[in-house]
């Protein structure tokens, strides 16, 4: 598997309406191995300590839930938070590797976590997990949300706020990880009740009963769609 080739490709909204438009997938730009797929800008301290215990620590778990001998609900609260910060990280490092105009973890995030010796979680980022019967290898960055927002808040602002918001997922087999962050202060999360947990305690997270999986083909796609926010 190290020796096989991995490609990275971006899209973006072609329209610039908030609430219409559609996706364009862009060219490929770059050509590498998963064995040259490496976060350069990662420091030596970091990647022999604090990174490296924490691999340890959530690689036996995140195996299982690859492989689907685990569900996501039956994990520990303290696997939770391990997964959680695991998701940061890996997310994060990936964001670092491409150009993307955006949607992709912000670098003042990164280096908050990284300060903090990959204790703290940015304010307001929500780590979600789901576990699936499709089992898939992929990561991508996604620039749609559903938004429930007051009348008042002009569209300028929300076109702006959604610029700036990043929603990344990373799925290994059985396993769905999504970092979500919309920039808005007295933001609540919404998560439908099908799509997994929140993983790092979110007081702001609410659960519906909505169910958008009849809309998509694949599930991944859906659980990108049901993680949501009201402003």
């Given at each position: ?108 995030h990164s280096k908050e976590f990284y ?117």
């Amino acid at each position: 598997m190290a020796k096989e080739g991995l490609s990275n490709a971006h899209s973006k909204i072609v329209s610039g309406d908030f609430a219409g438009g559609h996706i364009s997938n862009l060219p490929i730009e770059r050509e590498l191995t998963y064995s040259g797929f490496l976060a350069g800008r990662i420091c030596k301290t970091c990647n022999n300590g604090w990174m490296s215990k924490l691999e340890k620590e959530v690689i036996p778990l995140i195996y299982k839930l690859i492989d689907g001998e685990t569900d996501i609900n039956q994990i520990t609260q303290k696997e939770r938070n391990s997964l959680a910060r695991w998701g940061f990280k890996t997310t994060a490092a990936l964001s670092s590797s491409t150009n993307a105009p955006q949607n992709f973890v912000c670098e003042t995030h990164s280096k908050e976590f990284y300060s903090s010796g990959g204790i703290a979680i940015p304010k307001n980022v929500g780590i979600f997990a789901a576990t699936t019967k499709e089992s898939e290898y992929l990561w991508s960055f996604s620039p749609t949300w559903h938004i429930t927002a007051h009348s008042d808040i002009p569209q300028e602002l929300l076109q702006f706020m959604q610029q700036k918001s990043y929603k990344v997922l990373l799925q290994m087999g059985h396993l769905m990880l999504a970092v979500c962050w919309w920039p808005f202060n007295t933001i609540t999360y919404t998560l439908e009740s099908w799509a997994g947990i929140e993983l790092s305690g979110l007081s702001n997270c609410i659960t519906n009963n909505e169910d958008c999986r009849k809309f998509f083909d694949k599930e991944n796609d859906a659980f990108l769609m049901a993680i949501g926010a009201q402003i």
